[in-house]
């Protein structure tokens, strides 16, 4: 097994600082109050919610691509 097969590691800075505000700005949008740094006091519901609304978003926009759509 190689040492990078940690799947949640980004490798480069620019994608993970997208991600990171993609995340704050879902997070913004439904209501979670996610901030930077630790946030041990929200629920597993709650971050499991931010989590399943970004990969709502990107499948949407992949799908909306692929279809020709914007």
Known sequence: ??????GSRMEAPKSKSAMDQFKMEVASEIGVPLKEGYNGDLTSAQTGSVGGEMVRQMIKKQEESMSGRK
């Open 1 to 6: 097994m190689s040492s990078n097969s940690n």
